[in-house]
Nanobody, 121 residues
Framework: QVQLVESGGGLVQAGGSLRLSCAAS????????MGWYRQAPGKQRELVTT???????NYADSVKGRFTISRDNAKNTVYLQMNSLKPEDTAVYYC???????????????WGQGTQVTVSS
């Protein structure tokens, strides 16, 4: 079994900051890219940011310059530092990891359960 557990969501005023964490645990052989997605009410899930196992990052235009993704490979953990938050950042944020389970050769995507981020105006 593999689990991704997120933490750090909550309610914050516009202009404030939050830090999300996501730890992968279980029978993990190797992790490739990790990332964060979000889904606002009535909208499709969208990419926020990704980071490769080598540290290369990719951001949605809407969060560039405000959000920073990082990861600790030794802890199988990815972080999302969110600054200058806006009401339109309000969504459920999901952690994603492309990984291979121990003893297998198949790579697949795993998802966390989601954490709510609410930004008030």
């Amino acid at each position: 079994q593999v689990q991704l557990v997120e933490s750090g969501g909550g309610l914050v005023q516009a202009g404030g900051s939050l830090r999300l964490s996501c730890a992968a645990s279980g029978s993990i052989g190797a992790i490739n890219a990790m990332g964060w997605y979000r889904q606002a009410p009535g909208k499709q899930r969208e990419l926020v940011t990704t980071i490769s196992n080598g540290g290369n990052t990719n951001y949605a235009d809407s969060v560039k310059g405000r959000f920073t993704i990082s990861r600790d490979n030794a802890k199988n953990t990815v972080y999302l530092q969110m600054n200058s938050l806006k009401p339109e950042d309000t969504a459920v944020y999901y952690c994603n990891a492309n990984l291979r389970r121990s003893g297998t050769y198949r790579w697949r995507d795993y998802w966390g359960q989601g954490t709510q981020v609410t930004v008030s105006s």
